[in-house]
């Protein structure tokens, strides 16, 4: 087994995993780092960012149309609740993350939907 070099690459990132990977640490670093205020912008921030990184993505289409633009929209859409998904994931059970860090004032992981 060969150990990659490097975590992300321009083809990882324009993956489904990807992407929404970028997106979910994305938006955590940023709720972290402007701590409960920023809890509230958490999904906007993320569907802006996974619609932007799929029109990104158009970049490597060759001849584009109105339905390149339009399928990239929708795979902003999936790329978003797939970050949606790994975040309910890691913030979900026993209540340790999300709400520890509503006492706190600041948490890396914080429920994106009440």
């Given at each position: ?19 929404a990977?970028?997106?979910w640490?994305f ?12 809890n509230?912008?958490r ?5 802006v ?23 990239a ?7 978003f609740?797939?970050?949606v ?6 913030t979900?059970?026993s ?6 860090n509503?006492?706190?004032g ?6 994106w939907?009440d």
């Amino acid at each position: 087994m060969t150990v990659p070099e490097e975590l992300f690459t321009p083809e990882s990132l324009l993956s489904l995993a990807g992407s929404a990977t970028a997106v979910w640490i994305f938006t955590n670093v940023l709720g972290y780092l402007i701590g409960n205020a920023f809890n509230p912008a958490r999904k906007w921030v993320a569907i802006v960012t996974s619609i932007a990184l799929a029109f990104i993505g158009t970049r490597v289409v060759q001849d584009r149309d109105g339905m390149t633009y339009l399928v990239a929209f929708f795979n902003g859409l999936v790329i978003f609740l797939t970050a949606v998904g790994e975040n309910t994931v890691l913030t979900a059970g026993s209540g340790g993350g999300a709400a520890l860090n509503q006492d706190r004032g600041r948490g890396f992981l914080a429920r994106w939907f009440d």
